[in-house]
């Protein structure tokens, strides 16, 4: 069943594991890029395989026998259509590159969490977490590699004091059961961590936790 969602908060990390959970988001998000690349070679190699005069194009390799099976078995974070796209170049086929999956630089401050989130850590110690709107996309982002690293991450910080926040969100089935009454539907906390995500929870008596 379909639910349209959102979660979006910032949190305030301790100092000491500030560059850790950057790291470990950034080495985390390489490895799915790196994944990735050996997905896009692997099918460039069955395409390959066929015969020039029977090869699919980027629309027909999702029926081809030599290359559906392969395609409709990727998990879901691997994201076919781009896998496909990079074995192809106007409508020709061409070997996936390195350039066609880019990893991000040691330096980097904002890091994609699948189709739908991000991780700013742009502005040390805070963190703004984001998950825009879409169908179950607060599930797909943390079942994404990343937000399951992500989740790791935050799961062995020992939060000291001033440290922590909230995320919130909402979805289309609460929006639409607090309709016709005063405050309904509004924003609910998802996820609580630290003490400042203790404190804050106070201010969002109003709000229901799931």
Not at 81 to 107: A, G, I, Q, Y
Not at 161 to 171: C, L, Y
Not at 181 to 186: A, F, M
């Amino acid at each position: 069943m379909s639910c349209r969602e959102y979660e979006n908060g910032f949190l305030k990390l301790p100092t000491a594991v500030f560059s850790m959970v950057r790291r470990e988001l950034i080495e985390a998000y390489n490895e799915f890029v790196e994944q990735r690349f050996r997905l896009g070679l692997q099918l460039y190699s069955l395409l390959e395989k066929i015969p020039a005069k029977n090869r699919p194009g980027p629309r027909e390799a999702w029926f081809h026998p030599e290359t559906s099976s392969f395609l409709r078995r990727l998990p879901s974070w691997a994201d076919g259509e781009d896998l496909v796209s990079s074995c192809f170049s106007h409508n020709r086929l061409r070997k996936p590159t390195r350039k066609d999956f880019p990893l991000l630089k040691s330096t980097a401050t904002v890091i994609p969490v699948g189709p739908f989130g991000s991780a700013d850590l742009s502005k040390k110690p805070l963190l703004w977490w984001s998950v825009s709107e879409n169908n179950h996309a607060r599930e797909a982002t943390w079942d994404h590699p990343v937000g399951l690293k992500f989740y790791q991450s935050l799961a062995k910080i020992s939060w000291c004091r001033g440290s922590g926040g909230v995320f919130t969100g909402n979805d289309e089935y609460h929006q639409d059961e607090g309709r016709g009454s005063v405050g309904g539907g509004g924003e609910y906390v998802t996820k609580v961590f630290g003490p400042a995500g203790e404190s804050e929870m106070s201010r969002f008596a109003g709000l229901r936790r799931r």
